[in-house]
């Protein structure tokens, strides 16, 4: 009996750490027995869960080949968030014929209700989930909720509902998001770009025609993702700005932009502009249109005081059709600057032609 202590006239001392090491074996024996039920809870979770991921990803799978999927599938409330994260995964790298019968497969489950609901789910991820399923799914009814949550405060939240709109209407998308993009700096430009991408010809008009109205400010930001449009936008934008605009920011992004492929105005006073990254952009354009009557403008530029300008004029030199190995040599005998110089013989070495 445990009583003996006090029988025996211990101390209460004795007494009190007695009864304290029989508690503390009680709370470890209760303790082990919590971990051991917790582990027991989560391999019996995995096991569900694995058991699920399995069955779901075969039907994903057979749907995908156009095997035929069993009647009467049904999507268990414990199974939803499961299959939609295999679903819109599965989505996102497959296209066509592929495409089109996961979203009847979806569709037989019941899965655009349940996204609608999620979408405005007070978790971030749940949201996340639920906005890019409705992307996948291309119901046009889902535009309007998906545009406007291009507005939520939330970066990321707004960025992936616009990719979704784009999914849904790449037409309608570029029209709605390019005078968006310029007001949410927000956005990672890496998102922005696979936007602009998945929207493809639809972002030319929309663009050049927000480009040409837009502040400086805007106009300079935007223009930094006109590499998505094509050529002739790209030029026509570049031209057009070049003519109109003073903002050296403009004027940089603008000769960024051109392709080369149309004339360029005011070449010779954007040679010389104040703007050491106006003179870059204008040397790196030279390159890109590659004339060997440009090759006096290059060698000028080398005796310019900001490096990066040498450096790019020097690279365009080197690479311009027509300049030969004894050109170049001829024209690092003419320099003074021993700057000059430098800048074309590490053109020259980084090109290989000696």
Request: with cysteine; hydrophobic share 50%.
């Amino acid at each position: 009996m445990l009583d003996f202590p006090f029988a025996s006239g211990s101390s209460a001392s004795v007494s009190a750490a007695l009864w304290m090491t029989v508690a503390s074996i009680a709370a470890s024996l209760l303790l082990l027995l919590y971990t051991l039920e917790l582990r027991l809870r989560r391999r019996l979770r995995e096991r569900r869960r694995a058991s699920v991921i399995a069955h779901w990803r075969a039907v994903i799978a057979d749907a995908i080949t156009g095997t035929a999927v069993p009647e009467k599938q049904k999507l268990r409330r414990g199974e939803r968030q499961e299959f939609l994260r295999l679903w819109v995964y599965t989505c996102s790298m497959v296209q066509g014929a592929a495409a089109e019968r996961l979203i009847a497969l979806a569709r037989s489950l019941g899965l655009p209700e349940l996204v609608r609901r999620q979408t405005s789910n007070a978790h971030v991820g749940v949201r996340l989930m639920a906005i890019q399923a409705r992307g996948f799914l291309r119901d046009p009814a889902d535009f309007a909720e998906l545009a406007a949550a291009t507005d939520d405060p939330n970066a990321l939240v707004s960025v992936v509902a616009a990719e979704a709109l784009v999914a849904v209407d790449p037409d309608r998308a570029a029209a709605r998001l390019i005078p968006k993009i310029a007001t949410r700096r927000d956005w990672p430009r890496t998102h922005v770009f696979k936007l602009l991408q998945r929207a493809g010809t639809a972002v030319g008009e929309p663009l050049y025609r927000h480009i040409r109205s837009a502040s400086d400010e805007d106009a300079a930001y935007l223009l930094q993702f006109a590499e998505i449009a094509e050529f002739d936008v790209r030029d026509a934008l570049a031209v057009e700005l070049l003519r109109s605009r003073h903002s050296p920011e403009v004027l940089a992004a603008a000769l960024k932009a051109a392709t080369g492929h149309a004339p360029v105005p005011r070449i010779d006073e954007l040679l010389e502009h104040p703007a050491w990254y106006v003179r870059m952009q204008a040397a790196k354009l030279l390159g890109r249109i590659g004339r060997t009557e440009d090759t006096g403008r290059l060698e000028k530029l080398l005796g310019d005081k900001e490096w990066w300008v040498r450096y790019r004029a020097a690279r365009a030199l080197v690479r311009l059709p027509g300049v030969t190995v004894a050109d170049l040599e001829q024209i690092r005998l003419r320099l003074q600057d021993h700057f000059a110089r430098d800048s074309l013989d590490q053109a020259i070495a980084e090109a290989g032609t000696r």
